[in-house]
């Protein structure tokens, strides 16, 4: 049983990690917002703009590798925090640059800050919730980048298109105002948290057989063991598919509304805010089903969404032409099957492969390996949509779709409640 004190402060830190890596995406999102208009005013093409997320995307993949190593030897507290600073400075100074070089420069900076948030935050969250809570526990605490994303659309949405705030600014804005929240949660984060129980003066809360894992401290061995798991390949395989789709729509979706249905900036931005807010329901489901339905095993339901979602894909060129209501309702439904699968496999997984003591480590092969995906991501949907149209594009998330369902099944036994497998 846990002590007052220790419920006390499990929720003090499921609340500041949470809206920590809620506010992330208010950095990040808001490019995705801004990339139509940024497109229009430097006669930006699709390959540059590919060439902008890409530079994102790359050191984002090679910070994930690194700081959830950083994060299980530092711990998340430092990592985190001065991921957050990283970021804000370069959506400052994204909003200042005025050169294709300088905006490469503040992306690439930009995603090596963003990178400290999910390695550092599952380790955060995984010395303080044990195995056979997870699923239920970190699908409420996964819909943080789901809700952070959907206000975060909506809020530079605002701020970079408003004709009554700072007119004369056009959609600077939408770098600058984020910012601002991204700072609140930095500091909030940064006084709040504590990196493990005994940091708040509390006895242990995760055991030593809750975690998989049989070492002390971080050494080569813990990176060995995870990088040895039966199951972490299988599981960075298929976020490298999830990632190389929710970032295609995360980036271009307000894009594709303005290029193939003809929507205006303002409509394209909010609309394409659907896909994070039903992406909530898919997260939320997807954490009570692994735990109350299949006994806390992730793959299952992974399988059954990512099954989900190539059917949603494949219909959606036909739904968009029936007008804006139906092509609400398909966006929001491929959200909800994009946002379960990817939640469960880089949080609840990540955790269960890892334990306690190589959580970050996991995430953040897992997350840096799916961060593959996210760095082709802009290059392959620009050259698709060029070459084969928008709807080419929805053709091909069919085939990555199946392509992650396959994978996913074949460890659908992995996990559960039982003693968690180890590697060899």
């Known amino acids: 049983m846990l002590s007052t004190k220790q419920k006390q402060w499990r929720i003090k830190i499921f609340a500041v990690t949470w809206l920590a890596y809620a506010a992330f995406y208010f950095c990040r999102k808001n490019f995705s917002v801004i990339m139509p208009m ?20 790359l050191s984002y993949m090679f910070g994930q590798f690194s700081n959830g190593f950083l994060a299980d030897k530092f711990g998340p507290r430092l990592v985190v925090t001065t991921g957050m600073i990283v970021s804000i400075t370069a959506n400052i100074m994204m909003g200042l640059s005025g050169t294709f070089g300088l905006l490469l420069f503040f992306m690439g900076l930009n995603g090596l800050g963003q990178s ?16 056979d809570e997870r699923g239920i526990v970190m699908s409420w605490w996964t819909t943080n980048y789901v809700i952070g994303s959907f206000v975060a659309t909506i809020f530079a949405t605002y701020w970079a298109t408003s004709q009554t705030l700072f007119p004369d600014l056009g959609w600077k804005p939408g770098l600058w105002a984020p910012s601002v929240i991204l700072l609140f949660a930095t500091i909030t984060y940064g006084l709040f948290t504590r990196n493990r129980p005994p940091d708040a003066g509390l006895p242990v809360i995760v055991k030593e057989e809750d975690t998989g894992s049989a070492s002390t401290g971080f050494d080569k061995k813990i990176l060995r063991e995870v990088l040895n798991h039966p199951t972490i390949w299988i599981a960075s395989g298929i976020y490298f598919l999830l990632k190389m789709t929710r970032y295609a729509f995360l980036f271009w979706l307000p894009l594709y509304m303005t290029e193939a249905l003809s929507y205006d900036n303002s409509t394209a931005g909010y609309m394409s805010s659907v896909y994070e807010l039903t992406g909530f329901l898919g997260v939320i489901a997807a954490g009570y089903l692994s735990d109350k339905i299949f006994s806390s095993k992730r793959f299952p339901i992974s399988t059954i969404m990512l099954a989900g979602l190539a059917v949603l894909c494949f219909l959606q ?85 199946l392509s992650g369902a396959i994978l996913s099944s074949l460890r659908w036994n992995f996990g559960g409640t039982s003693k968690p497998e180890r590697s060899p």
């Open 38 to 57: 940024i497109s229009e005013d430097f006669n930006y093409s699709k390959d540059d703009l590919a060439i902008l997320i890409g530079g994102y995307s």
């Open 116 to 131: 400290s948030g999910w390695p550092g935050l599952i380790k955060n969250m995984a010395t303080w919730f044990r195995r």
């Open 317 to 401: 060129p036909i739904l968009s032409q029936m007008g804006m209501v139906a092509t609400a309702i398909s966006i929001g439904l491929i959200g909800l099957t994009t946002y379960g699968p990817d939640s469960i496999i880089s949080g609840a997984a990540a955790m269960d492969i890892g334990g306690k003591k190589g959580a970050a480590t996991a995430a953040g092969v897992i997350n840096g390996v799916g961060s593959t995906g996210q760095l082709l991501s802009p290059f392959v949907v620009a050259f698709v949509s060029n070459t084969f149209g928008w709807d080419g594009l929805f053709y091909l998330f069919v085939v990555l779709a």
